[in-house]
């Protein structure tokens, strides 16, 4: 069987400048783990660091890096801490502010590290407990977010939401 690589290696091998020095397609197809073989593409998060490496390495794109790091993670930030009160990912989004911080901030990578070992030892928690108490907590997590949802409604918009819904039910 003829791989890509060893096509494009075949391919190759017959241009004019690599005349009488053509290897056999097995040869060429060395996978990209084996040393000698061609050069593995880095990933995206190795492009990310390299770039961001090329960015440190001037001053003045440091310091350019630091400022847009600083108010892209602000503004991340914010928006998920006004989602916070709303039913919604205002957290995930929250953390996601704080992930970008963590980019060039120590201290926000040390906070994003203590968030998640954290977030790990209550699902652990959560997951050992047994249905009744899984239920309790889902029950008490949507009477919170009930209550956020009403004190967001009645202190923002002047609707109060459940004696509205206590005079419909009187009502009808």
Not at 5 to 14: D, E, H, K, P, R
Not at 50 to 68: D, H, M, Q
Not at 110 to 130: E, G, Y
Not at 151 to 170: C, E, K, Q, W
């Amino acid at each position: 069987m003829v791989t890509n690589q060893a096509a494009l290696g075949a391919v190759s091998a017959s241009s004019p400048e690599d005349a009488g020095s053509a290897a056999p397609p097995e040869a060429m197809a060395a996978p990209a783990s084996v040393p000698g073989g061609p050069p593995k593409r880095p990933r995206w998060r190795e492009r990310i660091r390299l770039t961001l490496e090329v960015i440190r390495a001037n001053p003045t794109g440091r310091i350019a890096l630091k400022v847009f790091i600083a108010l892209a993670g602000l503004l991340v930030v914010a928006l998920g801490a006004a989602l916070i009160p709303l039913p919604g990912p205002g957290w995930l989004i929250v953390l996601g502010g704080i992930g970008i911080w963590a980019i060039e901030f120590s201290w926000a990578r040390k906070l994003l590290d203590f968030t998640r070992r954290n977030l790990r030892k209550w699902t652990t928690w959560v997951t050992r407990q047994s249905w009744p108490v899984r239920l309790l907590l889902g029950l008490v997590g949507m009477i919170f977010v009930g209550a956020v949802v009403w004190l967001t409604v009645r202190f923002s918009f002047g609707i109060d939401l459940v004696a509205s819904f206590l005079n419909y039910i009187a009502t009808h």
